[in-house]
């Protein structure tokens, strides 16, 4: 109130003046005073009016592009720059904000999409942007059944019940499974988190092959040993050539489950992070003599097995594991080689790396076969391996005790014609011999 009539003191003054004008020089005298100052008011107010509404219009509001006042003006405008301070303050710390929450947000592993009661895109982060292939700046606005165009996910957006996560395979977009899970909050919007779990679902899938791939390498042996103990028990006066037979067969049915199951406990170790990898400085050579021994002792004369040292260059590594990544190689190499053939086993080193190569003019393999060589129970003939006696985990086990080793394994081969399996160590693990 005090304000108002502060505000009307111009008036009150004019009128005044007006007044004593017309008492002292007549009343035309004071009209026309009174009139000729209202009229400069309305020109004054008028004025700043107009610069105002032009301000108004401007988008770039700051404090510096008010417009000067005079009389009670310099006070309005005055008042609204400190007002437009304010604003711009609260913008920035709002910006700032804002920016540190899509910090946060670009830094979880999950994407986060928000949507309006209509199921309209406000706004999504990065990852988000990856996992359902939208594009933050054009989409915004659009429906997310337009980015997101499966059933599955249109029925569970429609349906309303949010209280169980979708499993959500992408095609389109680098074959992801997501687990998506939506999330009302305000005022009937939703939140649409979405999280990649492709790994999870690759290691599900590999964990229930090897339970099935352990089961029917157990089965097999097992019927064999069973069906013999029900012929021995079901029979005591069975002939000794037919109790020979079936010891003989029970022993090797035995062996093979023995040696799969310490192939399972050595991969164990080998994939258990807490297992540190105990090194030493390996010398090659008696290694290699020792393996070509029994690499001779297992082929029984029916190869020609030759040993190449061309280096005395050492490898810190763990002998243990080391002569186990060799063997099963070299094993490997005379299991699939026919007899009369030829098997090599050379260490050398060649542009400051150290090689381990073992080949053989064996029956080869086929090259749409070799980049799963390594996988666990992964056989080209299945039917060969278990005629040869192997686990089917080899060169899984291989595989590990390199990736241990910073090592790498390359494979050559030709059907027919033979195959090569090189080991290659990185320079920082050869030791000059001195």
């Known amino acids: 109130m005090f304000n108002f009539w502060q505000r009307l003191g111009g008036v009150f003054l004019i009128t005044s003046i007006a007044l004593m004008i017309g008492i002292f020089a ?34 770039d509001h700051t404090p510096s592009s008010i417009p000067p006042g005079s009389g009670i003006w310099d006070n ?31 830094a979880m592993p999950d994407g986060i999409v928000i949507l309006d009661e209509r199921g309209h895109i406000e706004w999504c982060d990065p990852v988000a942007e990856k996992h359902l292939g939208i594009n933050l700046e054009l989409d915004v606005g659009h429906q997310i059944t337009n980015m ?31 687990l998506m899970q939506l999330v009302s909050y305000g005022d009937r919007q939703k939140l649409l988190i979405s999280r990649d779990i492709t790994s999870y679902e690759r290691i599900e899938a590999m964990r229930r092959d090897f339970i099935a791939n352990v089961s029917h390498e157990l089965r097999t ?93 050492q490898i810190l590594a763990s002998r243990e594991e080391l002569r186990s990544a060799f063997s099963n190689l070299i094993s490997n190499a005379i299991r699939y080689t026919p007899e009369g053939g030829e098997i090599g086993i050379r260490w050398k080193v060649r542009d400051k ?31 060969r391996s278990r005629e040869t006696g192997g686990t089917g985990l080899g060169l899984a086990i291989v595989k590990h005790i390199l990736n241990r080793h910073q090592a790498r394994l390359k494979i050559k081969s030709a059907v027919g014609k033979g195959s090569e399996f090189c080991i290659e160590f990185p320079e920082k693990r050869l030791i000059k011999k001195s």
Do not use: C
């Not at 007002?83 to 804002?98: G, P």
């Not at 170790?269 to 021994?293: D, F, G, M, Y």
């Open 26 to 59: 007549g009343t035309l005298a004071g009209l026309v005073f009174f009139s000729l100052s209202l009229l400069w008011l309305v020109i004054h107010h008028t004025k700043h009016l107009a610069a105002l509404e032009q301000w108004l219009l401007i988008s």
């Open 76 to 106: 309005i405008f005055a008042l609204l720059a400190r007002y437009v301070r304010m604003q711009n303050q609260s913008k920035q710390l709002i910006n700032l904000e804002l920016k540190q929450l899509q910090s946060v947000t670009a």
């Open 148 to 178: 997101v165009r499966q059933r599955s996910f249109v029925e569970y957006l429609t349906a309303g019940k949010f209280n169980k996560p979708l499993i959500l395979k992408q095609m389109r977009h680098h074959r992801l499974t997501l």
């Open 221 to 313: 042996p097992l019927t064999v040993v069973i069906g013999y103990l029900e012929v021995l028990t079901a029979d005591p006066d069975i002939d000794e050539g037919m109790r020979d037979q079936a010891l003989k067969a029970m022993t090797e049915q035995t062996m093979r489950m023995q040696h799969l199951v310490e192939d399972l406990l050595t991969l164990s170790r080998l994939e258990n992070t807490l297992n540190k990898l105990s090194e030493s400085r390996v010398n090659i050579a008696p290694i290699l003599h020792e393996l070509h021994r029994e690499a001779e002792s297992l082929s029984g004369g029916r190869h020609t097995v030759e040993l190449n040292i061309d280096s005395e260059d």
């Open 353 to 383: 790396k150290g090689l381990f190569i073992v080949w053989d003019t064996g029956v080869g393999i086929e090259s749409e076969h070799i980049p799963r060589l390594t996988e666990r129970f992964y056989r080209v003939d299945s039917s």
